[in-house]
């Protein structure tokens, strides 16, 4: 059996064929179409056609997806996507079987089911990527909420007091873009020229810039893991995204989060973070493992 994973972000649309037990026979990568969801689906498509031989189609994207129904209520790093039924879309280019889910509950599904909290009953997973998504698992299972928007953490307001925009909204102000932007302005550098190895080399090299821009970078993400322990009380947060393939991220990101609770007055359950077991594969695999649960 073949099943085509596709995970589109506001940056890239990754793909690969996979078989039921997660080995990759072929992938690859284009830049995810910024015209509109037409341009989206023939992408998604195409793909599809080129491969040939795939079963079904499992899909992971942003936004707030109904994946019963394949609907994506909102969308997320790609706004033109808002009230879509994307599986009914795509089904008319592609006859086949499609489930469709939101990139950071497939993240979820795959460190639920095979990956860093296989053994844990509750846990947070966080994607770092172009905005911040988030999933929980509650009872091994993954907990969707009642209109599919539990773990959106990209929406969590930074400050009461300040417009309530873009900027304002955690995911936004806090995805890897902006730490490569915030970076590439301390140094006076093009941003174009700047990518998450350019930053870890540097921190490697103790840079002081580098080294500031990551303790800034994780000491804001340390907060917000502080604040959702404190409602969810799980058992470990699993960190994924590209950041978290460099040990320097995880190392200033559990620094920080140990002095959170050093200086917090009163004694509270410490959240854990563990670096995500498949990283920005995550999505792809948790994708199969939805498309799976409902095919198999």
């Known amino acids: ?14 793909y690969a064929c996979m078989d039921e037990f ?26 599809f ?7 079904g189609i499992a899909v992971s994207m942003p936004g707030i997806i109904d994946s ?51 053994d844990d009953e509750d846990g947070f997973v966080l994607i770092f990527s172009t905005m911040i998504g988030g999933g929980y698992i509650r009872n091994h299972k993954l907990y969707k909420g009642k209109h599919f928007a539990a773990g ?3 929406y969590i307001i930074l400050n009461s007091g300040q417009k309530l925009d873009d900027e304002n909204l ?12 915030r970076y590439s302005e301390v140094k006076n550098m093009d941003i174009d020229t700047v990518d998450l190895l350019t930053i870890f080399d540097a921190v490697q ?23 959702i322990q404190t409602v969810l009380d799980v058992e470990k947060f699993s960190i994924g995204g590209e950041p978290a393939k460099y040990p320097a991220f995880m190392e200033y990101l559990r620094n920080n989060l140990k002095q959170l609770y050093a200086e917090c007055p009163f004694k509270l359950p410490q959240a854990q973070v563990v670096p995500s077991k498949f990283y920005s594969d995550a999505n792809l695999i948790g994708a199969l493992q939805c498309w799976l649960t409902e095919n198999i």
């Not at 026979?25 to 998604?44: D, N």
């Open 1 to 14: 059996m073949k099943v085509l994973t596709v995970d589109i972000d506001g940056t890239y649309l990754r």
């Open 22 to 47: 997660m080995n990759i026979e072929r992938r690859g990568k284009i830049f995810t179409p910024q015209e509109g969801r037409a341009e989206l689906i023939e992408a998604v498509a195409r793909i």
């Open 49 to 55: 056609e080129a491969v040939g031989d795939a079963q």
């Open 68 to 118: 019963e129904r394949g609907y994506c209520a909102m969308g997320g790093a790609l706004r033109y996507n808002d009230d879509f039924y994307f599986r009914d879309a795509l089904y008319q280019r592609c006859k086949t079987k499609i489930h469709v889910e939101n990139n950071a509950k497939c993240a979820a599904m795959a460190e639920a089911a095979v990956g860093s909290l296989m």
């Open 152 to 154: 959106e953490v990209s």
């Open 170 to 181: 955690w995911g936004r102000s806090f995805g890897v873009p902006k730490f490569l932007q």
């Open 205 to 227: 090299k103790e840079e002081p810039e580098a080294v500031a821009c990551l303790q800034w970078y994780t000491e804001e993400i340390a907060a917000r893991i502080f604040n």
